[in-house]
């Protein structure tokens, strides 16, 4: 893996079952979530992956910590992955666990966006 600058946390957010830890890697976002994406927590991710008015945005969301998501998380990476690459950008998924990748797979979400085994993979693309 080649090395990364990885700046400090730029915000966390909380919401009852999900928290968000962004940081920045090479110029990239990235989004560590931790907890339940569901029809409550949802607004704290649509916040997290909001554009950042930069042009080519890429987005990165670790969810080795995620142990649940609905069809409203679903909506949402989709939402992103169609804004961003609107933008020139685009969305990657890092780490996620059995239990969510088979979601995403079921639904066909991981054949839309790119989902990686560990963070350095999805980084580096």
Known sequence: MPEEEI???EHTRQTGRLSVVATTADGIRVLTL?????HH???TLCQALGTTGTARPRIVVDMHLVTFM???GINILIAAHQA???AGGW????AVGATVK?????VGVD????CHDTLPQALTG
Request: cysteine-free; hydrophobic content about 40%; aromatic content about 0%.
């Open 7 to 9: 700046s400090g946390a």
């Open 34 to 38: 931790a907890g339940e994406i569901d």
């Open 41 to 43: 927590t949802g607004d």
């Open 70 to 72: 609905d069809s409203s």
């Open 84 to 86: 961003l690459s609107e």
């Open 91 to 94: 969305l990657r998924l890092a």
């Open 102 to 106: 088979r979601t995403l797979s079921i």
């Open 111 to 114: 054949a839309l966006i790119g």
